[in-house]
């Protein structure tokens, strides 16, 4: 920590006062010409009878030496209408490693700190402003939906990784099969199709029934819409900028295994015409067994000379046992289901 601004500011006339200071992603991006859309950071400092001392909206995370900066020219040099420059007394703060350090270079111009869970003024103004950069819209959150836990998003977003890492698309035959997929393996199958052989999308379609994969594919090959509404399972690799941002908070909190900038789990449910909408409860305990099965069957057992010349061979069945979180779990995967024979 530079002396030189801790001295600027150690002289200082103290006012008995707490300032809150929160750190963290907007949800918004802004766009770029040269590269991706980028999510800007807040740094927002706020006394506590809510005047800003300062507010800056920086590219990238910014380091604990920027923050100290931060922090130091707010003294300084205070936004208009926001008083005198001093020391306060006190700074709260949420997050823990900030906390840590900062404490003792605050605690040398005599400023005490302190953790609180949730730094109730700073968050209300941050939600203000995140409204009005977003026009009150955002992306429909997984952590939203009724009964899906953090740890079962945890064990989701492991499973699409292994998945990703694996790159199915990459060793199948280029004429597409489905596999039937009975999980648990007493429940009514559902169809899962690997996405990746344009080059565009990767991922995973999951279709309910087999009439429902027929009906789909009616549609993608003649645009016939089918008689009777129905949705499928979707999940697609993606950039950060296709999730909530209260999943992409939640990965980051909570350490979700993503492989790499473009590989980030979008997943929801949609119809023949494409609209989108989130996914049941069901169909996240699903992917949770169902992924890590598909993944193994074509990690350790799958043979490509079983799946040439136009899959001339019987179906496979395949069974896995997999780890969830409500326990050992048996998958039962048949393949391959020939797409035009579902189809016709």
């Known amino acids: 920590m530079a002396k030189s601004s801790i001295n600027k500011v150690r002289n200082l006339k103290q006012k008995n006062e707490m300032w809150e200071v929160a750190v963290r992603p907007a949800r ?49 040099r205070p936004m208009f209408g926001a008083g005198r420059k001093r020391r306060p007394t006190k700074i709260l703060f949420d997050n823990q490693e900030i906390l840590d350090e900062l404490s003792p270079v605050l605690a040398e111009i005599g400023i005490e700190t302190e953790k609180k869970i949730a730094l109730r003024k700073a968050n209300a103004l941050l939600k203000e402003l995140d409204y009005k950069l977003n026009k009150g819209e955002d992306i429909h959150s997984l952590t939203s939906i009724s ?47 690997i996405i990746g052989h344009a080059g565009e999308s990767f991922g995973l379609s999951v279709h309910d029934s087999l009439d429902e994969l027929s009906d789909f594919m009616q549609f993608a090959q003649f645009q016939k819409l089918p008689e009777k509404e129905f949705t499928a399972i979707s999940f697609t690799f993606e950039g950060e900028f296709h999730l909530s941002f209260d999943d992409l908070d939640a990965a980051e909190r909570y350490g979700w295994d993503i492989p790499d900038k473009y590989a980030y789990p ?79």
């Open 28 to 76: 918004t991006w802004v766009e770029s010409r040269k590269n991706d859309p980028y999510r800007p950071w807040y740094v927002l400092i706020i006394s506590e009878d809510e005047k800003i001392i300062r507010h800056d909206m920086e590219k990238e995370k910014p380091s604990t030496h920027e923050l100290s900066e931060a922090i130091f020219r707010a003294m300084r």
């Open 147 to 193: 009964t899906v836990t953090i740890p079962l998003l945890g064990k989701v977003f492991e499973a699409t990784a292994a998945y990703y890492r694996l790159a199915p698309w990459q060793i199948i035959p280029e004429e597409e099969f489905a596999i039937e997929v009975r999980y648990p393996a007493d429940a009514e199958p559902r169809y899962a199709v």
């Open 266 to 344: 979008s997943i929801m449910r949609f119809t023949p015409k494409k609209e989108l909408m989130l996914p049941k409860p069901d169909d996240i305990y699903w992917l949770e067994g169902a992924l890590p099965a598909i993944t193994e069957f074509f990690r350790e057992d799958y043979n490509p000379d079983e799946f040439s010349a136009g899959f001339g061979v019987n179906e496979i069945e395949h069974k896995a046992i997999v780890h969830t979180l409500g326990g050992m779990e048996e998958v039962v995967l048949t393949l391959p289901i020939l797409i035009r024979q579902a189809s016709s």
